[in-house]
């Protein structure tokens, strides 16, 4: 299956999943997310704006704020291209281009290598880490950028046991579903 068809294949499965089903696993999803050692080390955090399709991580960043952890979102700054922005709080967003919501401006860019936890959003992921994005290729032109743990959040309805991978595509250290937290590194070996 190519990586299209995939989307494609995933995009219809999501039309149909509950919104019960979702709110409940998105709700699992960020519980298991801070029970682990690497979010409770983790000072300074980079996590997506879930968009309706994705695992609603709004939720997960209040908790991160009130945890005390620095959070910082993306900001797309060119074609395929994006930066960590430090945000305050949700009143430091605003509907980008894309009607996904997005930090300002003025909010301080932090570098890769300030980074301890990177929370990725996918389309499907597996629990082997492999990751299959939106197409856009910003998490792909980004993650060679850092060496923190990277995390990717998926809801286990849309798991795929594989992923139609290039060699540019970076594998994830972790992966989350409402199933729990698999430590990718140790399902590779």
């Not at 699992?28 to 080390?41: L, N």
């Not at 960590?84 to 890769?112: D, H, S």
């Not at 792909?140 to 995390?151: A, G, H, I």
Request: hydrophobic letters at 35%; one cysteine or more.
């Amino acid at each position: 299956m190519t990586k299209q068809t995939l989307r494609a294949d995933i995009a219809a499965r999501v039309k149909n999943l509950s919104p019960v089903y979702c709110r409940e696993a998105d709700e699992a999803i960020c519980r298991w997310v801070v029970r682990t050692d690497v979010y409770e080390k983790a000072q300074t955090i980079f996590c997506y704006i879930g968009t309706d399709r994705e695992i609603d991580t709004l939720r997960l960043i209040h908790v991160m704020m009130r945890d005390g952890k620095s959070v910082a979102v993306p900001l797309c700054v060119g074609e395929g291209v994006m930066e960590a922005r430090q945000i305050a709080g949700v009143g430091n967003l605003v509907t980008g281009r894309y009607g996904i919501l997005e930090p300002r401006l003025e909010c301080p860019v932090v570098q890769p290598e300030e980074l301890d936890l990177i929370i990725v959003p996918c389309c499907t992921g597996s629990a082997r880490g492999e990751r299959l994005g939106y197409g856009g290729g910003y998490y792909d032109r980004y993650l060679p950028k850092v060496r923190c743990p990277t995390m990717l959040l998926c809801r286990h309805q849309l798991e795929r046991e594989e992923i139609p991978t290039q060699p540019h595509d970076v594998l994830m250290d972790y992966f989350v579903s409402e199933r729990g937290v698999v430590d990718c590194r140790a399902a590779r070996e």
